[in-house]
Protein backbone atom coordinates (compact mmCIF):
# COMPACT_ATOMS: atom_id res chain seq x y z
CA UNK A 1 0.00 0.00 0.00
CA UNK A 2 2.89 2.64 1.07
CA UNK A 3 4.17 1.86 -2.29
CA UNK A 4 1.08 2.39 -4.18
CA UNK A 5 0.66 5.83 -2.44
CA UNK A 6 4.28 6.72 -3.69
CA UNK A 7 3.03 5.93 -7.27
CA UNK A 8 0.10 7.45 -7.05
CA UNK A 9 1.61 10.63 -5.98
CA UNK A 10 3.69 10.26 -9.00
CA UNK A 11 0.55 10.03 -11.38
CA UNK A 12 -1.23 13.01 -9.57
CA UNK A 13 2.02 15.47 -10.47
CA UNK A 14 4.07 14.10 -12.89
CA UNK A 15 3.39 15.36 -16.55
CA UNK A 16 2.23 12.98 -18.94
CA UNK A 17 0.90 10.51 -16.80
CA UNK A 18 -1.17 13.44 -15.23
CA UNK A 19 -2.42 14.62 -17.83
CA UNK A 20 -6.56 14.33 -18.16
CA UNK A 21 -6.45 13.17 -21.79
CA UNK A 22 -5.60 9.84 -19.98
CA UNK A 23 -8.63 8.04 -18.80
CA UNK A 24 -8.76 7.62 -14.72
CA UNK A 25 -8.75 3.74 -15.42
CA UNK A 26 -6.15 3.64 -18.20
CA UNK A 27 -3.99 6.19 -14.93
CA UNK A 28 -4.94 4.02 -12.04
CA UNK A 29 -3.77 0.85 -14.27
CA UNK A 30 -0.66 2.33 -15.15
CA UNK A 31 -0.15 2.65 -11.02
CA UNK A 32 -1.25 -0.46 -10.22
CA UNK A 33 1.26 -1.80 -12.94
CA UNK A 34 3.94 -0.22 -11.77
CA UNK A 35 3.40 -1.19 -8.28
CA UNK A 36 3.58 -4.97 -9.30
CA UNK A 37 6.70 -4.71 -10.77
CA UNK A 38 8.48 -2.72 -8.01
CA UNK A 39 6.92 -4.88 -5.10
CA UNK A 40 9.40 -7.72 -5.95
CA UNK A 41 12.32 -4.65 -5.34
CA UNK A 42 10.60 -3.63 -2.13
CA UNK A 43 9.50 -6.94 -0.22
CA UNK A 44 13.33 -7.10 1.24
CA UNK A 45 12.81 -3.49 2.72
CA UNK A 46 12.86 -2.91 6.31
CA UNK A 47 9.19 -1.00 6.66
CA UNK A 48 8.22 0.74 10.64
CA UNK A 49 5.43 -1.11 12.12
CA UNK A 50 2.02 1.41 12.33
CA UNK A 51 0.55 1.17 15.30
CA UNK A 52 -2.67 2.34 14.91
CA UNK A 53 -4.98 3.76 11.92
CA UNK A 54 -3.49 7.74 12.38
CA UNK A 55 0.59 5.94 12.23
CA UNK A 56 -0.51 4.61 9.02
CA UNK A 57 -2.61 7.36 7.53
CA UNK A 58 0.59 9.50 7.71
CA UNK A 59 2.70 6.88 6.45
CA UNK A 60 0.85 7.15 3.82
CA UNK A 61 0.24 10.54 3.85
CA UNK A 62 4.28 11.21 3.37
CA UNK A 63 5.00 8.70 0.29
CA UNK A 64 1.87 10.50 -1.31
CA UNK A 65 4.18 13.33 -0.39
CA UNK A 66 7.28 11.96 -1.86
CA UNK A 67 5.63 11.38 -5.42
CA UNK A 68 4.28 14.66 -5.60
CA UNK A 69 7.14 16.41 -4.91
CA UNK A 70 9.01 14.19 -7.68
CA UNK A 71 6.34 14.39 -10.14
CA UNK A 72 6.76 18.58 -9.30
CA UNK A 73 9.99 18.34 -10.22
CA UNK A 74 9.25 17.75 -13.93
CA UNK A 75 6.39 19.54 -14.38
CA UNK A 76 7.66 22.90 -13.38
CA UNK A 77 9.36 22.92 -17.48
CA UNK A 78 5.50 22.87 -18.83
CA UNK A 79 4.32 25.57 -16.04
CA UNK A 80 6.90 27.65 -17.77
CA UNK A 81 6.21 26.83 -21.23
CA UNK A 82 2.51 27.64 -20.40
CA UNK A 83 3.33 31.07 -18.81
CA UNK A 84 5.83 31.94 -21.90
CA UNK A 85 2.83 31.47 -23.98
CA UNK A 86 0.45 33.65 -21.98
CA UNK A 87 2.98 36.32 -22.74
CA UNK A 88 3.91 35.83 -26.03
CA UNK A 89 -0.11 35.87 -26.87
CA UNK A 90 -0.61 38.87 -24.93
CA UNK A 91 2.24 40.76 -26.80
CA UNK A 92 1.42 39.75 -30.31
CA UNK A 93 -2.42 40.47 -29.52
CA UNK A 94 -3.92 36.83 -29.01
CA UNK A 95 -4.67 37.55 -25.62
CA UNK A 96 -8.57 37.10 -26.26
CA UNK A 97 -7.83 34.03 -28.42
CA UNK A 98 -7.90 31.48 -25.44
CA UNK A 99 -8.74 27.95 -25.41
CA UNK A 100 -10.32 25.38 -22.71
CA UNK A 101 -6.88 23.48 -21.22
CA UNK A 102 -7.99 19.77 -21.11
CA UNK A 103 -5.60 19.81 -18.20
CA UNK A 104 -6.81 21.99 -16.08
CA UNK A 105 -10.14 24.08 -15.91
CA UNK A 106 -8.95 27.06 -16.70
CA UNK A 107 -8.32 28.87 -20.34
CA UNK A 108 -5.31 29.42 -21.60
CA UNK A 109 -3.89 31.16 -24.51
CA UNK A 110 -3.20 29.04 -27.84
CA UNK A 111 -0.16 29.68 -28.06
CA UNK A 112 0.73 28.38 -24.66
CA UNK A 113 -0.91 25.07 -25.66
CA UNK A 114 0.88 25.21 -29.00
CA UNK A 115 4.17 24.70 -26.58
CA UNK A 116 2.82 22.94 -24.57
CA UNK A 117 2.24 20.32 -27.53
CA UNK A 118 5.76 20.55 -28.56
CA UNK A 119 7.05 20.49 -25.45
CA UNK A 120 5.46 17.17 -24.57
CA UNK A 121 6.29 15.88 -27.73
CA UNK A 122 10.25 16.85 -27.29
CA UNK A 123 9.85 15.61 -23.65
CA UNK A 124 8.53 11.83 -24.84
CA UNK A 125 11.66 12.39 -27.57
CA UNK A 126 13.74 12.80 -25.17
CA UNK A 127 12.71 10.12 -23.05
CA UNK A 128 11.73 12.39 -20.32
CA UNK A 129 8.69 10.17 -19.09
CA UNK A 130 11.29 7.30 -18.64
CA UNK A 131 13.40 9.73 -16.36
CA UNK A 132 10.51 10.11 -14.33
CA UNK A 133 10.17 6.03 -13.53
CA UNK A 134 13.94 5.94 -13.14
CA UNK A 135 13.61 8.81 -10.71
CA UNK A 136 10.88 6.52 -9.21
CA UNK A 137 13.17 3.57 -9.13
CA UNK A 138 15.82 5.55 -7.31
CA UNK A 139 13.96 7.42 -5.04
CA UNK A 140 12.88 4.24 -2.75
CA UNK A 141 16.85 4.00 -2.50
CA UNK A 142 17.75 7.19 -1.21
CA UNK A 143 14.02 7.66 0.38
CA UNK A 144 13.41 4.05 2.15
CA UNK A 145 9.49 3.34 2.52
CA UNK A 146 7.91 5.00 5.51
CA UNK A 147 10.96 6.53 6.78
CA UNK A 148 11.32 9.81 5.23
CA UNK A 149 10.39 13.06 6.60
CA UNK A 150 9.94 16.46 5.00
CA UNK A 151 11.86 18.91 6.29
CA UNK A 152 11.76 22.91 6.04
CA UNK A 153 15.11 22.67 3.63
CA UNK A 154 12.54 20.91 1.43
CA UNK A 155 9.93 23.85 1.75
CA UNK A 156 12.52 26.19 1.11
CA UNK A 157 13.39 24.06 -2.00
CA UNK A 158 10.04 24.17 -3.12
CA UNK A 159 9.07 27.58 -3.18
CA UNK A 160 13.10 28.51 -5.03
CA UNK A 161 12.53 25.94 -7.45
CA UNK A 162 8.95 27.34 -7.81
CA UNK A 163 10.86 30.41 -9.43
CA UNK A 164 12.50 28.24 -12.10
CA UNK A 165 9.03 28.44 -14.52
CA UNK A 166 9.23 32.20 -14.54
CA UNK A 167 13.12 31.75 -15.61
CA UNK A 168 11.92 29.45 -18.35
CA UNK A 169 8.98 31.43 -19.49
CA UNK A 170 11.66 34.29 -20.40
CA UNK A 171 13.97 32.18 -22.29
CA UNK A 172 11.02 30.56 -24.08
CA UNK A 173 9.20 33.87 -24.57
CA UNK A 174 12.31 36.42 -24.52
CA UNK A 175 12.80 36.27 -28.85
CA UNK A 176 9.26 37.43 -29.20
CA UNK A 177 9.00 39.46 -26.43
CA UNK A 178 11.83 41.61 -27.63
CA UNK A 179 10.78 41.34 -31.75
CA UNK A 180 7.44 43.15 -30.00
CA UNK A 181 8.75 45.62 -28.19
CA UNK A 182 10.95 46.85 -31.42
CA UNK A 183 8.01 46.40 -34.19
CA UNK A 184 6.33 48.96 -31.11
CA UNK A 185 9.27 50.90 -31.18
CA UNK A 186 9.36 50.83 -35.20
CA UNK A 187 5.51 52.14 -35.18
CA UNK A 188 5.99 54.54 -32.74
CA UNK A 189 8.41 56.53 -35.02
CA UNK A 190 6.28 55.93 -37.94
CA UNK A 191 3.48 57.78 -35.49
CA UNK A 192 5.91 60.66 -35.48
CA UNK A 193 7.05 61.18 -38.77
CA UNK A 194 3.54 60.43 -40.26
CA UNK A 195 0.52 61.50 -38.27
CA UNK A 196 -1.91 60.40 -40.80
CA UNK A 197 -1.26 56.88 -41.13
CA UNK A 198 -3.33 54.80 -38.64
CA UNK A 199 -0.79 53.17 -36.70
CA UNK A 200 -3.12 50.90 -35.03
CA UNK A 201 -4.85 49.01 -38.15
CA UNK A 202 -1.28 48.94 -39.21
CA UNK A 203 0.49 48.05 -36.27
CA UNK A 204 -1.38 45.67 -35.02
CA UNK A 205 -1.03 42.40 -38.20
CA UNK A 206 2.91 43.23 -38.17
CA UNK A 207 3.32 42.32 -34.74
CA UNK A 208 1.51 39.33 -35.08
CA UNK A 209 3.51 38.52 -38.45
CA UNK A 210 6.69 39.51 -36.45
CA UNK A 211 5.72 37.20 -33.41
CA UNK A 212 5.12 34.26 -35.22
CA UNK A 213 7.65 34.93 -37.53
CA UNK A 214 10.06 34.55 -34.71
CA UNK A 215 8.48 32.02 -32.81
CA UNK A 216 9.38 29.47 -36.80
CA UNK A 217 12.33 30.65 -36.09
CA UNK A 218 12.97 30.19 -32.36
CA UNK A 219 11.63 26.52 -32.85
CA UNK A 220 15.47 24.93 -32.65
CA UNK A 221 16.43 27.34 -29.88
CA UNK A 222 12.66 25.93 -27.67
CA UNK A 223 14.16 22.35 -28.17
CA UNK A 224 17.75 23.08 -27.22
CA UNK A 225 16.73 24.55 -23.76
CA UNK A 226 14.47 21.89 -23.45
CA UNK A 227 16.88 19.71 -24.14
CA UNK A 228 19.37 21.29 -21.38
CA UNK A 229 16.56 21.17 -18.92
CA UNK A 230 15.88 17.40 -19.45
CA UNK A 231 19.36 16.92 -19.11
CA UNK A 232 19.53 18.79 -15.23
CA UNK A 233 16.36 16.95 -13.68
CA UNK A 234 18.21 14.19 -12.31
CA UNK A 235 20.27 16.26 -10.61
CA UNK A 236 17.42 18.30 -8.91
CA UNK A 237 15.48 15.04 -8.53
CA UNK A 238 18.75 13.83 -6.39
CA UNK A 239 19.13 17.21 -4.61
CA UNK A 240 15.56 17.00 -3.34
CA UNK A 241 16.12 13.62 -2.07
CA UNK A 242 19.23 14.27 -0.17
CA UNK A 243 17.15 17.06 1.63
CA UNK A 244 14.23 14.58 3.28
CA UNK A 245 15.30 13.59 6.78
CA UNK A 246 15.30 9.56 7.10
CA UNK A 247 13.64 8.83 10.39
CA UNK A 248 11.44 6.48 11.86
CA UNK A 249 7.30 7.24 11.84
CA UNK A 250 5.92 10.57 12.69
Request: hydrophobic content about 60%; charged content about 10%; glycine content about 10%.
Amino acid sequence: MLLMMRVGGIMVAAPIFSHRSIPRRIAVGMALGLTVVLFPIMSATAIPQAENLVALIALCLKEVLVGVFIGFVFSVIFVGVHLAGSVVGYQIGFAMANIVDPDSPTQVSILGEFWFLLATLIFLFLDGHHIIITGLVASFKMIPLGLATPTGEVGDWLIKYSSFAFVLAVKFAGPVMLTVFLADVAMGILARTMPQMNIFIVGFPLKIFAGLLLMGLSLPTFAIILRKVNAGLDQELVHLMKLYHIGGVL
